[in-house]
Structure formats: structure tokens, C-alpha cells
């Protein structure tokens, strides 16, 4: 084993990319469902404003049809004031019923107002609609799209999952088990981050400390198994 320890050294690196890999793609997987959903989640805020506005449209319709109705009953009192002018018989009660028809037609002009004003919300809150109609469209195409890509990306990571199974299955078959196990017990103290880091110029890349002068030249010979006295990681030596 000795003799064959930069071998076994360089296996466990391979053994580590494919490993890093591997957790990478599997975040990143993990995070599909959710982008999914925040997709979904946009097209249904459309969705909602649209419904907010046409129950809008609809109050408002209705808000028109009651002043339609007021409208229509005071035309008929205004009606019959008028015949009652015809038959008065003085003029305090001309002049009552006179003033009787001026207040009828006062509160007409004020329903026809609020009328006018009704027909123009009406017709505001229509193009609002129209144009949330149209974003609606747009957005349900691009997210169509976007979730076919989605759905492409997850074929391809999944396809290179397998792949890195089956590599990892070969390099882990040609680790020493003792080394295996080492390196199985670091990163998992490691929160499954790197067990075996690079040392250059003398300084561990797992924890960016200077090796003590003799660690150095030992971990140029070789010959055992060595570890960064800081971060207790693998170390191998990696010219510069
Ligand atoms: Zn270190």
C-alpha cells in the first residue's frame, strides 16, 4: 500500500470530484418542485387580478341597473306632478308642484351623473382585464416553455447522475477499504465537505494554514498517509 500511495491518494480525489458532483446536481434537483411552483404561483396572481376586476365590472353593473330603476321611477312622479299642474286651482299650489318637478329633475341630473360615471369605471376596468387577459396569455406560453425546459434540464441531470453512479461504483472498487473508510469518517466531520485537499507552496487548501517544515517535505516522499494538523483533512502534495 505504501508504494502505491499516491495512486490511492489520486483515486480518493477522483473519488471526492465525483462526489461534489454528484451533491451538486442533487441540490439542484431538489430545487425543481419549487421552481415549479413560483412559476404556477405568478400565473395565478394574474389569474386573481382578473377575477378581482370582473367581480368589479359586475358590482358595477348592478350599481347601473339600480339607477336605471331610481331613474325610471322619478320620470313617472315627474309624470304625474305634471298632470297634477294641469288641474291646480291657485297659485300657492301651482307653485308647489312646480317646485315638486324642479327637485325630481335635480335628482334625475345627479343619477344620470353618477350613470356617466359608472359606464366610465365600467369601461376602465374592462381594458384593465383585457390587458391582464393578455399578460395572462403571455405568461402561461413562457411558462409552458420554461417548464419544458425545466423538465429537459432534470432528464439531462438525471442521465448524468447515473453516469457518476456508475464512476463512482468503479473508483470506490479500486480504494484501499482501510483508506475508504477515512475518508468516509473526515467528510462526514466535515458535513460532507472535502476530506482530501490539495497542499501547495506548503499551505493546506482545506483550512489555509501553513504545514510545519518536516509535514512538507514528508508529504513529498510519499510514503504514508499524511493529515493537515489544523483541519485533520487527507493532505497530498500538488505542485504549483
Ligand atoms: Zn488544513
Redesign the pocket.
Same mark, same amino acid.
Given at each position: 500500500m505504501l508504494n502505491n500511495m499516491k495512486g490511492q491518494i489520486s483515486i480518493l480525489v477522483k473519488l471526492q470530484k465525483i462526489e461534489t458532483e454528484t451533491d451538486s446536481i442533487k441540490l439542484k434537483l431538489s430545487d425543481v418542485s419549487k421552481r415549479l411552483e413560483t412559476l404556477d404561483d405568478g400565473l395565478k396572481e394574474v389569474e386573481r387580478t382578473i377575477e378581482d376586476q370582473e367581480s368589479i365590472i359586475n358590482e358595477l353593473k348592478k350599481r347601473y341597473r339600480d339607477y336605471e330603476f331610481d331613474a325610471q321611477m322619478n320620470l313617472e312622479l315627474e309624470k304625474k306632478s305634471q298632470e297634477k299642474l294641469r288641474s291646480v286651482k291657485t297659485n300657492r299650489e301651482y307653485q308647489s308642484i312646480l317646485k315638486e318637478i324642479e327637485d325630481i329633475k335635480a335628482k334625475n341630473s345627479k343619477i344620470e351623473d353618477e350613470m356617466i360615471g359608472c359606464l366610465d369605471l365600467m369601461d376602465e376596468t374592462e381594458k384593465v382585464i383585457a390587458t391582464k387577459k393578455d399578460e395572462y396569455l403571455q405568461l402561461a406560453d413562457s411558462i409552458k416553455n420554461e417548464k419544458k425546459s425545466i423538465n429537459q434540464e432534470v432528464e439531462q441531470r438525471k442521465k448524468k447522475l447515473a453516469e457518476l453512479e456508475t464512476d463512482r461504483k468503479g473508483v470506490s472498487g479500486m480504494a484501499e477499504p482501510e483508506l475508504l473508510k477515512k475518508y468516509f469518517i473526515i467528510k462526514e466531520q466535515n458535513q460532507g465537505g472535502l476530506a482530501v485537499?490539495p497542499?501547495k507552496d506548503a499551505v +493546506?487548501?482545506? +483550512?489555509?494554514?501553513n504545514?510545519p517544515p518536516q509535514l512538507y517535505n514528508e508529504l513529498h516522499r510519499c510514503e504514508t498517509l499524511k493529515? +493537515?494538523?489544523? +483541519?485533520?483533512?487527507i493532505?497530498y502534495l500538488k505542485e504549483s
Open positions: 485537499v497542499v +493546506c487548501h482545506g +483550512c489555509n494554514v504545514l493529515f +493537515c494538523p489544523i +483541519c485533520h483533512r493532505i
